[in-house]
């Protein structure tokens, strides 16, 4: 059972736009910063989006995050075959002094 | 260029210790805290604790105590992770990450493969 809570899969046809959500608490997405990672199949995990809405340099602006109050999202505007992967939320969590992550939600372009 | 360059795939017997490697370049080795993930079999991301690579002190994530040690050979950049009394369910994905502000992993390892079986 993950701290912070994300639907297991979302899906969409390619140039659709799909959001992903992850809600949380006042210990962890409430107070701190989310940041957003994409795990390609059999890769590691690539930071997509830190501090709520920032794309690190080379992440497509297709991609963009969102915060508010102790829920966060993450958004895909034109779905693309290649943005296939599993993504995962997290946040710094103060209750339990450590890094919390959700339990991830699997892209599929149909 | 940057790179978190991880030791091969493990596999070990119940009770047996395992030690993973996570070699750094291309960046000053001590500018930034390295952190350790786990992943186990189809499952999601677990974080494991963290170790300051300017004091070399570790602090550990709650279900990491114990058994598990992250220590560092700034010699060569290198940070590693070990697991003793290795029991199945350790059989998992390990990950070491580079973090920056905001508690952002900013850089991963490629992971190593640790598997538990008899």
């Known amino acids: 059972q993950s701290v912070l809570t994300q639907p297991p899969s979302a899906s969409g046809t390619p140039g659709q736009r799909v959001t992903i959500s992850c809600s949380g608490s006042n210990s962890n997405i409430g107070s701190n910063a989310v940041n957003w990672y994409q795990q390609l199949p059999g890769t590691a995990p690539k930071l997509l989006m830190y501090t709520n809405n920032q794309r690190p340099s080379g992440v497509p602006d297709r991609f963009s995050g969102s915060k508010s109050g102790t829920s966060a999202s993450l958004a895909i505007s034109g779905l693309q075959s290649e943005d296939e992967a599993d993504y995962y939320c997290a946040a710094w969590d103060d209750s339990l002094n450590g890094v919390v992550f959700g339990g991830g939600t699997k892209v599929t372009a149909l | 260029q940057v790179q978190l360059v991880q030791s091969g795939s493990e596999l070990k017997k119940p009770g047996a210790s395992v030690k993973v490697s996570c070699k750094a370049s291309?960046?000053?080795?001590?500018?930034?805290?390295m952190n350790w993930v786990r992943q186990a079999p189809g499952q999601g991301l677990e974080w494991m604790g963290w170790?300051?690579?300017?004091?070399?002190?570790?602090t550990y994530a709650q279900g990491f105590t114990g058994r598990f040690v992250f220590s560092l050979d700034t010699s060569v950049s290198t940070a590693y992770l070990q697991i003793s009394s290795l029991k199945a369910a350790d059989t998992a994905v390990y990950y070491c990450?580079?973090?920056?502000?905001?508690?952002?992993?900013?850089?991963w390892g490629q992971g190593t493969l640790v598997t538990v079986s008899s």
């Open positions: 990450a580079t973090v920056a502000g905001s508690w952002t992993f900013q850089r």
């Open positions: 291309g960046y000053t080795f001590s500018s930034d805290a």
């Open positions: 170790i300051n690579t300017h004091t070399g002190n570790p």
